[in-house]
């Protein structure tokens, strides 16, 4: 069985590709559409459990509870879709995951959750939430995910639990994450809020003080240049389906930890000459989809880079030391996927040796380019 850290690395970031690149389209967080797999909700509890990082007891009533027109089994309360305008208040106190997704919620009372103490995932998923009541997530001591993505919310909700480890607000109405908005969560491993009108000066300084989060997605939104001040120990940062026009030299420089970046879809035209060189643990680098005229400078001095999207640009020429450090020993690991199509490369004039650090032919990837 999985450890539940690495359950939750599973659930927070796809894997690296270890075989050709491919065109890739960067999907959301556990984006299945407006709903979530319960399923899978059910498995990882499963999992924190027999490893011993969830509560050990809780309250058994004699006569066990389930809410009118709810399913109720081993702890877990479905109530989706069932037009509800409110949560339920007879859910049982022995709840571990509760299920209101694809609702008509409009608003979380300050008492919708009172007794839950044993909460471990909420999903409100799809409902139209636009208030919640500063004190309604108090009483959840323990819980470790929600998922709140595809609602109507203005603001990151105030006082989320200290326990939380996943935060999911996609899709919803937020223009400004306030000065602390994530204070006290020391355990926050994941957020994502992606498709939210979020522009650079949404974030107010600190918003993002005191986490130490491992994968931040802010993809789909208003943002013009990388943001400032996020979490310094990231190793996931994506930024796609923006409208992002440069790298400057500072953005990347307290990111040193990042091994996948994602900023494919932008509109980024100038990368300046060594703003990359502060990711030296880059596993990953997207920027597909954007309109860089060549190959960005530094690529070669990055030892364990393996996979550079660069396909969908206007990139003309492809020089020799362009991927590959001289000398051996340099570079730690080799590229199995370099993805240049659709770019106006006349690949016959490209030198063999280019690509003397991939680990095979078929791992780049040239022509289709649009005429």
Avoid at 265 to 288: P, T
Wanted: proline share 6%; glycine share 8%; charged share 20%.
């Amino acid at each position: 069985m999985l450890p539940f850290s690495v359950v939750l690395l599973l659930l927070c970031a796809t894997p690296l590709p270890t075989t050709v690149a491919l065109p890739f389209e960067q999907k959301g967080l556990l984006d299945y559409g407006k709903s979530i797999n319960v399923e899978g909700l059910v498995m990882m509890l499963m999992n924190d459990e027999e490893e011993g990082s969830a509560v050990e007891e809780y309250y058994k009533p004699e006569q066990p509870t389930c809410p009118f027109g709810c399913q109720c089994n081993q702890n877990v309360v479905q109530c989706s879709d069932l037009g509800l305008h409110y949560v339920p208040y007879d859910i049982p106190p022995e709840t571990r995951l509760l299920d209101l997704q694809s609702n008509q919620i409009t608003e979380i009372r300050e008492d919708d959750f009172k007794g839950l103490s044993n909460l471990y995932a909420l999903v409100l998923v799809n409902n139209k939430i636009s208030r919640v009541h500063p004190r309604a997530f108090m009483p959840l001591k323990r819980m470790h995910k929600l998922y709140f993505s595809h609602n109507q919310l203005t603001a990151v909700p105030k006082n989320l639990p200290s326990s939380l480890v996943e935060l999911r607000i996609h899709d919803n109405h937020i223009k400004r994450v306030a000065s602390g908005a994530f204070s006290g969560l020391g355990s926050m491993n994941c957020i994502e809020m992606g498709r939210n009108p979020i522009q650079n000066s949404g974030f107010e300084p600190g918003a993002f003080d005191g986490l130490k989060l491992t994968f931040l997605r802010i993809s789909e939104a208003k943002l013009t240049g990388i943001p400032k001040d996020l979490p310094e120990g990231l190793h996931e940062l994506h930024l796609d389906h923006n409208q992002i026009q440069a790298i400057e030299l500072e953005d990347l420089r307290q990111y040193e930890s990042l091994h996948r970046l994602g900023l494919g879809y932008n509109h980024i035209r100038h990368i300046e000459h060594g703003s990359l060189y502060y990711l030296q643990n880059l596993r990953e680098l997207h920027l597909e989809n954007n309109r860089i005229p060549n190959v960005p400078g530094g690529l070669a001095g990055m030892k364990y880079l393996q996979v550079v999207y660069l396909h969908s640009n206007n990139i003309s020429q492809v020089d020799v030391n362009d991927f590959c450090p001289n000398g051996f020993g340099v570079k730690k690991t080799y590229y199995n996927g370099i993805s240049l199509f659709d770019n106006p490369i006349n690949y016959w004039e490209v030198v063999p040796a280019t690509f003397r650090c991939v680990s095979n032919r078929m791992a780049v990837q040239f022509g289709n380019h649009k005429k």
